[in-house]
């Protein structure tokens, strides 16, 4: 089946530090979802991509849409303490069918004041 | 609006025995699925549906059975529950035209 590799596993950084996590995948997608996960709840979409090499903005956060079709990236610039939490890479293979999102096994992020 | 609701949010359970996680979604979604979470290893799909009356297996779906008799219901159960079903148990539903995905807060489950 099809296979995301997430990474990095874990990130420990100082406030004000950019963060970078990607996605890789030996498939192809259509689209690219990035999900955060605050302890004891359930995650919630951050940024979704549909177009290959797309660039998309919310806030801080920043994702790209691989020209490949087969990678993904997040950024977070100037990080703060709320940033803390898991962070989720999805992809699927149509956007309008039941898209049975393959998820990537997370990055977790520890934001150090 | 609730959005996606799980009941219960806990529950131990003793090896052989049976129960039925619930979610109920009251945004008119068509696709809902539920996943299982272990620790390093992201959210795995257990079954989904993508309308009344129809289901089909996920990715680990051996030991769950599930039912979609109602649009805002999703049920998942474990006849006979082991100690390798203790996990974090989420629902999520899905609009027919993205792939956004909205989830529950999350079932955890100990099997002792």
């Known amino acids: 089946g099809q296979q995301l590799n997430q990474s990095p596993q874990s990130m420990f950084i100082q406030e004000g530090e950019d963060v970078s996590m990607n996605c890789t995948s030996s498939s192809i997608f259509n689209t690219w979802l990035w999900y955060k996960q605050d302890p004891g709840e359930g995650p919630v979409l951050l940024i979704a991509l549909y177009k290959a090499g797309e660039l998309t903005s919310n806030g801080r956060l920043t994702a790209q849409f691989g020209t490949t079709r087969k990678d993904s990236f997040l950024n977070i610039s100037a990080s703060i303490p709320s940033d803390v939490g898991i962070y989720f890479c999805a992809g699927q293979g149509s956007a309008t069918n039941a898209g049975k999102s393959t998820f990537g096994d997370g990055t977790t992020l520890t934001v150090k004041p | 609006n609730a959005g996606v609701t799980q009941t219960p949010k806990f529950r131990v359970l003793k090896t052989g025995q049976s129960m039925t996680l619930l979610c109920a979604q009251d945004m008119n979604h068509e696709y809902m699925y539920w996943y299982r979470q272990d620790p390093g290893m992201g959210l795995r799909l257990i079954h989904y549906?993508?309308?009344?009356?129809?289901?089909a297996k996920g990715e680990v779906p051996d030991g769950y059975n599930v039912s979609r008799l109602k649009k805002q219901n999703f049920l998942l159960g474990l006849e006979s529950a082991a100690p390798s079903q203790t996990s974090v148990y989420f629902c999520?539903?899905?609009?027919?035209?993205?792939?956004?995905?909205?989830f529950g807060e999350g079932s955890r489950l100990t099997v002792l």
């Open positions: 549906s993508v309308g009344e009356g129809t289901t």
């Open positions: 999520a539903t899905q609009p027919w035209d993205t792939g956004e995905l909205f």
